[in-house]
């Protein structure tokens, strides 16, 4: 019998992958909804069937601005519902605030940079937190294909920018923040490359490496690279996997690509924390290993036979 699932997105390029996935499993039958063009009748019961959450932070930069707030709603109805879901409610709303994923990450023991959160960043309250040499990074809190990312090198430079743009505000020389809010972290060279553990319902797919320097910029996305950047790591042993592992059992989050680089001490420190990953698949064939996709597939359909 064959058993049905509704799957929320919001970019037909990444969910390609996810529809050709799911298509391997013929006894699922698959039902897409983009989050911000359904509407639901919250004063009925949801199907009873499985949903699984494909919305992405960034979906504003492709044309789907409302999309993460429709899916929170429709997740909550779910979850309210007692539906089984893949990626819950509360991946939605870690995954589209950097400022939320640092507070969680202090609690579940996830190394970050030092940060702060603010809806307009002043140059009294970078120096407060910074000092006046220091480099450091402004992000929009809700962000997306690191747009947006903007570097000073110290305070003075931060001041200048800040008075240059006058009454137009932080988003004059910033970006506009789709939630309103900005962090700023303290900047650490990342000149031994970008580390990323993609996990899949509460366990570890793999760990990739991308070799990139600071020259790069920072409005670079890992799922925008060429599959020749990616070096995934089959054998990658860490400490820092475990509070990761904590992070999602504390959370109820099921997929997640975790970030991080090492510190000039050595030490790792995370830089983002992504609920929703586009997984490179000639990368992953390349290294013999479940593709990301196939995994939710069968995170899916394991859920699906329970029904």
Known sequence: MSKKVIVLH????????????????????VEEWVADEVSVDLST????????????SGAHVHGHAHSPDQAEVILAWAEAHDRPVVNPKI????????ALQCVLAK???????????SVNPTPEQIR??????????????????????NKFESAALFSQAYRQAGDS????????SPSGLYIVQE?????????????????????????????????????????????IITDFQHPILQTFQNFLEGTG??????????????????????TFSAYNREAEQRAGVQGGHHAIAEAIRKRAQII
């Open 187 to 231: 900047f650490l060279p990342h000149t031994t490359g970008i580390y990323r553990a993609e996990f899949v319902d509460g366990r570890l797919l793999y760990v990739f490496h991308v070799q990139v320097s600071d020259s790069h910029g920072f409005n670079l996305c890992p799922c925008e690279l060429q599959p020749s950047d990616y070096n």
């Open 10 to 29: 919001d970019n037909e390029k990444w969910y390609a992958p996810m529809r050709e996935a799911l298509e391997a499993h013929p006894d699922l039958t």
């Open 253 to 274: 989050i099921h997929n997640s690509g975790f970030e991080f680089i090492f510190d000039r001490a050595g030490a790792p420190q995370v830089i983002d924390i992504n």
């Open 169 to 176: 505000g932080p988003a004059g020389f910033l970006g506009t």
């Open 128 to 149: 407060a937190a910074f000092g006046e040499d220091s480099a450091f990074v402004v992000k929009p809190d809700r962000g997306g294909s690191g747009k947006d990312v």
């Open 107 to 117: 609690k579940y023991g996830v190394p970050v940079p030092k940060t702060i959160c």
């Open 91 to 98: 991946s939605v709303q870690v995954g589209c605030s950097k």
């Open 45 to 56: 019961p949801p199907p009873h069937t499985v949903f699984c959450n494909r919305t992405s």
